[in-house]
């Protein structure tokens, strides 16, 4: 069985520019999750979606993120504009059931914003 | 004072050791309680998920919940280099709500 697929694995972007990641969930996983991951830190939550619905995403910066998943498979986040702290990496997970506690999460998207 | 604390090492002990890894919590709140190992470069991998207080064990991997002490532990039995890698405690109230990870801990198992 696939995995989370995720991409690119990395993006190396300039500041204020626009940068989109992708999320493939395992197949027949109705829930996917977008998290970011800071250097030596635990992943934090960012939005969470149940099929194409988003039923958490109070951490999620509106201002500059958003995030779709138009057909409850497949997702995008994107960032527009990036800033300097946004450098982190950005973890997608997905799980089965509607609830947060047994996840599969894909290998990330390492971004640096210069 | 964060949720939850987790000790970041590194840790580095020779193979066969066992190895104790831990996090302390402050919302009592917290019912549900997992470990995550998360290689370099990759995704966190779920390894243990317990309810409430009490003890698991899978292969060579013991999980400790002491709900009175707000304590939660990982025991590795004869570790191995391929447990090399970075051990994140997770946990929240119930299975709906978004979990609160621990900092994590960096483990060196040392051929």
């Known amino acids: 069985e696939a995995g989370v697929v995720q991409s690119p694995r990395y993006k190396i972007i300039e500041k204020k520019q626009p940068v989109a990641f992708w999320c493939n969930p395992i197949s027949g996983h109705n829930t996917l999750y977008w998290y970011l991951q800071n250097l030596g830190q635990g992943p934090e939550l960012l939005i969470r979606y149940e099929n194409e619905e988003a039923v958490d995403d109070s951490q999620l910066p509106k201002d500059r993120f958003s995030a779709e998943r138009l057909k409850g498979v497949d997702s995008t986040l994107k960032i527009q504009p990036a800033e300097l702290g946004d450098s982190a990496v950005y973890l997608c997970?997905?799980?089965?059931?509607?609830?947060?506690?047994?996840?599969?999460f894909g290998p990330g998207t390492r971004l640096t914003v210069l | 004072q964060k949720e939850v604390e987790q000790d970041p090492g590194p840790l580095s002990v020779p193979e066969g050791a066992i190895v104790s890894l831990n996090c302390t919590y402050s919302n009592s709140a917290f019912q549900y309680f997992m470990w995550y190992r998360q290689y370099s470069r990759k995704g966190p991998e779920l390894l243990m998920y317990?309810?409430?207080?009490g003890n698991k064990e899978d292969g060579r991997f013991t999980a400790q919940v002491d709900k009175s002490s707000k304590y939660i532990s990982l025991f590795i039995r004869d570790s191995q280099p391929s447990d090399s890698a970075t051990y994140l405690c997770a946990m929240n109230p119930s299975g709906n709500t978004p979990l609160v990870f621990g900092k994590g801990t960096r483990l060196s198992v040392i051929a």
């Open positions: 997970a997905s799980s089965l059931d509607s609830g947060y506690n047994e996840q599969f």
């Open positions: 317990t309810y409430s207080s």
